[in-house]
């Protein structure tokens, strides 16, 4: 699980686990599946393209087992359908550990400040911009 934050005193928090990156279930939580190397270096190189485009369309993000929260800033609100969508598929590349699975079945994207809804994604309904 991972935490990642631009805010260097908030950087120094410990990562947040739900006991699946030990192979422990938690209650109701499935333990994930275990990716293969190219899908580990896969969940690499978007995490690395996550960091690396720091715009302001992105500021934080938290996995918690299948939901995975993100704070959007003020680019995301001014970008396009397409780079939002791959926004979504970068967070879901690195919560799937490269998988792309049902592994994770819910990505709310919140604004940095009013932490109200920007979007959210489903698998059923895709990418939702409110």
């Known amino acids: ?38 899908q580990l270096a896969k969940a690499k190189k978007c995490k690395a393209l996550l960091e ?18 993100v704070e959007v800033g003020p680019i995301f609100y001014a970008a396009d359908f397409e780079t939002k969508d791959a926004l979504n598929g970068f967070m879901r590349c690195v919560a799937t550990d490269g998988r792309m699975d049902n592994t994770v079945t819910f990505i709310d994207y919140l604004d940095q400040n009013t932490h109200r809804d920007a979007a959210t994604w489903t698998p059923a309904l895709g990418l939702d911009v409110k």
């Open 52 to 69: 690396k485009d720091r715009s302001g369309i992105w500021r934080h993000y938290q996995i918690d087992g299948s939901t995975v929260i």
């Open 1 to 38: 699980m991972s935490h990642h934050d631009a805010n260097p005193a908030k950087a120094a928090m410990p990562p947040i686990s739900s006991g699946i990156d030990a192979g422990v279930g938690v209650i109701g939580t499935p333990t994930a599946p275990v990716s293969t190397p190219e």
